[in-house]
């Protein structure tokens, strides 16, 4: 199993620029989730999906958008990129909370996009 | 209030010493606790689930204290290996079922 991939692993844009970051797990999880990292903020959560056809936002959804139109993939946009969005994007997956076990929903990250916008 | 806090270290200890990082969360109906391994520009990677009482792993010991909401990370025998930032990870329940909340991270050095 390949767990969680992401593509591209870096990329340069230009303020204004568009583009679409992808992730694919193959680990047949419900949930996957998009994060950013910067310096000293931790990882702060943009968009999630609890399955397919659905999403929601997260901690930071301003300037992304997000679409889970199959199962095993999960796709982050950013329509017009600004420098404010420099930043590593990582994606992971998990299987639901379960109302009976602990810690049934661990999350599995992909190996993350570093994204500079100039 | 942030759903989780931890101390950001950075913590420097010579090999072989025993080292404990503890953090705290809000929401006291959570339900999943876990700490998580983070290299310096890697992916965070499942260190250990904590469960309620106790759990050991080799040279690593999760404990959790319900009623103080409080979640702790204890490694003895330090390796250079364990360098790395440890980030403490509970999840939400009710409206932010499926979500979970990490802390900043307490960055760990481990020297000769």
């Given at each position: 199993?390949?767990?969680v991939?992401q ?7 230009k303020t204004?620029?568009?583009m ?6 193959d ?6 989730y998009?994060?950013?990292q910067d310096p000293?903020?931790?990882?702060r ?5 609890v399955g397919?056809?659905t ?6 959804p301003?300037?992304y958008?997000?679409s ?12 017009s990129?600004?420098p404010?969005q ?14 009976e ?18 | 209030?942030?759903e989780v ?5 950075p ?22 606790f876990?700490?998580?391994?983070q290299?310096?520009?890697k ?7 904590v ?9 690593f ?5 319900r ?10 025998d330090?390796?250079l290996s ?17 979500r ?7 960055q760990?050095?481990v020297?000769?």
């Amino acid at each position: 199993n390949a767990g969680v991939t992401q593509t591209p692993k870096f990329r340069v844009l230009k303020t204004g620029q568009s583009m679409t970051l992808l992730c694919a797990q193959d680990m047949n999880h419900e949930y996957m989730y998009w994060y950013r990292q910067d310096p000293g903020m931790g990882l702060r959560l943009i968009h999630y999906s609890v399955g397919e056809g659905t999403t929601a936002k997260g901690e930071v959804p301003d300037g992304y958008n997000v679409s889970r139109l199959k199962k095993q993939n999960f796709l982050l946009g950013l329509e017009s990129a600004a420098p404010s969005q420099t930043s590593v994007y990582f994606c992971a997956s998990s299987y639901p909370p379960s109302r009976e076990g602990w810690n049934y929903d661990t999350q599995y990250f992909g190996p993350g996009t570093r994204l500079t916008v100039l | 209030r942030k759903e989780v806090e931890q101390d950001p270290g950075p913590f420097n200890v010579p090999e072989g010493a025993t080292v404990a990082f503890n953090c705290t969360y809000s929401n006291s109906a959570s339900q999943s606790f876990f700490w998580y391994r983070q290299d310096c520009r890697k992916e965070p990677k499942l260190l250990m689930s904590v469960y309620s009482s106790g759990n050991e792993d080799g040279r690593f010991t999760a404990q959790l204290n319900r009623a103080s909401q409080y979640i702790s990370l204890l490694i003895r025998d330090s390796k250079l290996s364990d360098s790395a930032t440890y980030l403490c990870v509970v999840n939400g329940r009710g409206s932010t079922l499926g979500r979970l909340y990490f802390g900043r991270g307490t960055q760990l050095t481990v020297w000769p």
